[in-house]
C-alpha cells in the first residue's frame, strides 16, 4: 500500500468544499492555465481538486479540475487578482454574491 487509507486519518468529512457556483469556481486545465498566462499571481489561490467521482477503492484519477480558493474565511481581496475577478464576474455579479437571495450562492457565517 502506498498511502494511508482516508479510514484511518483524524478527520471528517462531511460534504467537501461547497462553492454554490461550481461552473464559476471549478475550472478546467486550460483555464487555470489561460488564468495564470494572464496574471501569475493567480496561481497563489489556484488549487487541484478531487472531486469523489474521481476517488477509487485504493486509487484516484486526477480530471485535470482545479478550484479558485476564494474562500470567505481566507478573507482574499479578489482585486489583486484580476485575471480571476474577471473570470469570476464574466459569470455575473448578482449569481456569484453570497446573499441567500433566489439565484444567488448561498449565505455562509464564514467572516
Known amino acids: 500500500m502506498i498511502g494511508k487509507p482516508l479510514k484511518d486519518w483524524d478527520i471528517n468529512i462531511y460534504r467537501g468544499i461547497l462553492t454554490g457556483y461550481n ?18 499571481k493567480s496561481a497563489e ?13 485504493y ?19 479578489i482585486n489583486i487578482y484580476p485575471a480571476i475577478r474577471q473570470h469570476l464576474m464574466s459569470f455575473g455579479h448578482d449569481r456569484l ?9 448561498k449565505k455562509t457565517s464564514n467572516m
Do not use: C, H, V, W
Open 23 to 40: 461552473e464559476a469556481f471549478i475550472i478546467d486545465e486550460k483555464t487555470k492555465n489561460d488564468l495564470i498566462f494572464e496574471d501569475p
Open 45 to 57: 489561490i489556484i488549487r487541484p481538486i478531487l472531486r469523489g467521482r474521481d476517488i477509487k477503492r
Open 59 to 77: 486509487a484516484y484519477e486526477f480530471a485535470d479540475k482545479y478550484i479558485i480558493t476564494t474562500f470567505p474565511s481566507l478573507k482574499i481581496d
Open 97 to 105: 454574491r453570497q446573499t441567500g437571495d433566489t439565484g444567488a450562492r
